[in-house]
């Protein structure tokens, strides 16, 4: 267990306390719908699913990311969630997810707990991500796909969830300024669309 900041006040965030809050219906106010520009363009976006994996370690929860490697043509480099474009062979946008985690990390779906799902986020590059919370239960064995996965590594929640970590920055594309928010961790740079996702569940565990 661990306490943890929401809007300048701390609770005990343990793995009961995640599952209750997750549970609850409706979504926060202030959602991140989107890359700047990406929220208008909803059903002519294409759907995809991640996988947001809360790792059931002892004695915090932590949650899993993959850096893409360098070589990809989209986002190389990037640090993400794994997940992906939903095929016409998925059953569910969930079954999207988990096929992809597995396609890219090899976690095996008889280790994710899903607890429920975000809202939607849109992106610049034209998807609409539906982000599906996990819990994975160790021990867990991964082998990451080299061609996708450069590392895997794991984030304290307790520091993701913890506003006085959360940028807001912006910069200029295209002309264009465009905000986004980013959650620096050691060596690691999470932003964007990533970044935006755990805003999201930050926002929907500290609803009162």
Do not use: C
Request: overall charge neutral; proline content about 8%; charged content about 25%.
């Amino acid at each position: 267990m661990r306490a943890t900041l929401f809007q300048d006040r701390l609770i005990e965030l343990d793995l009961p306390e995640l599952r209750r809050r997750l549970a609850r219906p409706g979504h926060p106010t202030g959602v991140v719908a989107g890359d700047h520009g990406a929220g208008s363009r909803g059903p002519a976006l294409k759907p995809a699913s991640v996988l947001v994996p809360i790792v059931a370690r002892t004695p915090e929860l932590t949650v899993l990311f993959t850096r893409r490697t360098a070589h990809l043509r989209s986002h190389s480099g990037q640090v993400s969630f794994p997940g992906g474009r939903a095929e016409p062979h998925d059953e569910s946008p969930e079954s999207t997810a988990l096929r992809e985690t597995r396609e890219e990390i090899g976690l095996d779906p008889a280790r994710v707990e899903l607890l429920g799902h975000l809202s939607e986020y849109h992106t610049g590059t034209g998807y609409r991500i539906t982000p599906f919370i996990g819990v994975v239960s160790p021990p867990f064995e991964l082998s990451p796909d080299r061609h996708e996965v450069d590392e895997v590594f794991e984030v304290p929640l307790s520091f993701l969830l913890d506003a006085r970590n959360h940028r807001r920055l912006s910069r200029q594309v295209r002309g264009e300024m465009r905000m986004f928010f980013a959650i620096p961790y050691r060596n690691h740079y999470i932003w964007g669309a990533t970044a935006g996702m755990l805003v999201n569940l930050y926002r929907h565990l500290a609803q009162s």
